[in-house]
């Protein structure tokens, strides 16, 4: 699929009225200073403010901005969506819209992205929130998925973010994921990159985040792991549970014969009991494995769907040359052309 534009910035916003004309205002002063195309797609989250209101007159000065309004608050993860859904850009930018993001590293992302990786995030080295119920859970949850995850970065849960179009092709975005997008773009064997970026204290609103974000992120790190780890296998997490059980439902018997053989006239029901629980347990397991097998097959053969992702191909031409050659439905990991950035940054 062409894309129309090189690069298109993607802001989800809620209740942001007052932050929205700044925050356009300095996103149209470093843009308009570079050589490539671009678009600039706001999404308005359901927002019970004057948000769209300052959305639209935006748009009635810009042609090369667009917003998408939900009919009610749908959250982050479901605005980035489909604000992918609405891009034509090569490279995708994310931003949050309360100014605490700064445009000003657009171009120094861009640059890095230049260097061949497939994903660049954007480190808040030098936070300037000023609750613990922002820094603190945000310290817990970047170390969190790192280990979880073997996804080394300081902070996922800064927006700015820019990730090339093709990462989105084996990516769907559901529940509050999008802090994880890098981690799902490395199992497609995407490159990433980490810089640091400024970060400003918030000058109008209020933060929609607390302390209650970790619980969230622990739920989501479990799915993100299973489905890293057993999501074409699933029968192998479930049935190793299953055979674990089996074993001490076994296990239990044998002490349970054994010490009824050895005094006959001594009650020894705990040892039945441990057999028969773990005996259910392991049926149920490994039946459930075997459901969510065919699940797994179902998902991948009923959409046509890989369990694999092509960077390249490389064929012999009749010059005996080597020619390389990039799958449209597959391939995902793609430099773009040099000349494209050459005068990003002036």
């Given at each position: ?17 007052e ?21 600039i ?28 309004r ?91 973010k820019?990730y ?47 302390i209650?974000?970790?619980f ?13 780890t ?53 049926i ?23 369990t ?13 040359t ?6 449209s ?18």
């Amino acid at each position: 699929m062409v894309r129309s534009k090189y690069v298109s910035i993607i802001i989800p916003v809620y209740n942001e009225e007052e932050n929205v004309p700044h925050l356009y205002e300095r996103i149209r002063q470093v843009v308009e200073k570079q050589a490539f195309t671009y678009e600039i797609i706001f999404v308005d989250d359901g927002s019970k403010d004057n948000t769209y209101k300052q959305l639209r007159l935006v748009t009635d000065r810009d042609e090369h901005v667009q917003v998408i309004r939900f009919r009610k608050n749908f959250g982050q993860t479901a605005a980035m969506a489909a604000g992918v859904d609405q891009s034509t850009g090569e490279i995708l930018v994310f931003m949050d819209g309360d100014l605490q993001n700064d445009p000003i590293d657009i171009p120094q992302m861009l640059a890095k992205m230049e260097e061949g990786y497939d994903v660049v995030s954007g480190w808040r080295k030098d936070r300037q929130d000023a609750h613990i119920s922002r820094k603190l859970p945000s310290r817990i949850a970047n170390k969190l998925i790192s280990r979880v995850t073997g996804v080394q970065l300081h902070d996922y849960g800064c927006t700015l973010k820019a990730y090339r179009y093709e990462v989105f092709q084996h990516i769907r975005l559901y529940g509050e994921m999008h802090r994880f997008i890098p981690a799902y773009a490395a199992l497609a064997g995407a490159s990433i990159a980490e810089v640091p970026v400024t970060h400003h204290a918030r000058m109008f609103g209020v933060s929609k985040y607390g302390i209650s974000r970790v619980f969230r992120v622990i739920l989501d790190l479990t799915t993100l792991k299973f489905l890293g780890t057993f999501g074409t296998r699933p029968s192998h997490a479930l049935g190793m549970i299953g055979l674990t059980s089996l074993a001490l439902a076994s296990g239990s018997s044998v002490v349970a014969i054994g010490r009824n053989v050895a005094a006959p006239h001594t009650s020894r029901g705990t040892f039945w009991l441990t057999s028969l629980l773990f005996s259910g347990l392991g049926i149920m397991s490994v039946m459930m494995g075997l459901t969510a097998e065919i699940a797994t097959r179902t998902y991948y053969e009923s959409q046509g769907k890989r369990t694999y992702v092509v960077r390249e191909m490389a064929t012999k031409t009749s010059a005996s040359t080597t020619q390389d050659t990039t799958s449209s439905e597959e391939a995902v990991l793609t430099i773009p052309d040099k000349q494209k950035v050459t005068q990003m940054i002036r």
